[in-house]
Nanobody, 124 residues
Framework: QVQLVESGGGLVQTGGSLRLSCVAS????????IGWFRQAPGKEREAVAS????????NYVDAVKDRFIISRDNAKNTAYLEMSLLKPEDTGVYYC?????????????????WGQGTQVTVSA
């Protein structure tokens, strides 16, 4: 059974930082690209960042560039999203997703496996 489990969310003030983790079980993460997505209250889910299976290629949406860093440790079967200079508009449930193959994507369709999400709340 494949599971992706996110953790590290919480309540933080504007300008603060959080580090999200996504631990995979039931798959060997090194064969999967990873994406992070988020869903704000009342809004559709949107992409945040993606990383190739090797970690050599990363992509970010403009809203988080220069503030968020996506990374992975394949030896630990874990991916990360380091978030800094957080803003209230970063509030939402953050999901990690895994896509079998080398290339990360900022589209939802390619991803076969999804976690349950972790809540991030940024207070003004």
């Amino acid at each position: 059974q494949v599971q992706l489990v996110e953790s590290g969310g919480g309540l933080v003030q504007t300008g603060g930082s959080l580090r999200l983790s996504c631990v995979a079980s039931g798959i060997t993460l090194e064969y999967f690209a990873i994406g992070w997505f988020r869903q704000a209250p009342g809004k559709e889910r949107e992409a945040v960042a993606s990383i190739s299976n090797t970690g050599f290629r990363t992509n970010y949406v403009d809203a988080v560039k220069d503030r968020f860093i996506i990374s992975r440790d394949n030896a630990k079967n874990t991916a990360y999203l380091e978030m800094s200079l957080l803003k209230p508009e970063d509030t939402g449930v953050y999901y990690c997703a895994a896509d079998f193959g080398p290339n990360g994507s900022l589209l939802e369709d390619p991803y076969e496996y999804w976690g349950q999400g972790t809540q991030v709340t940024v207070s003004a």
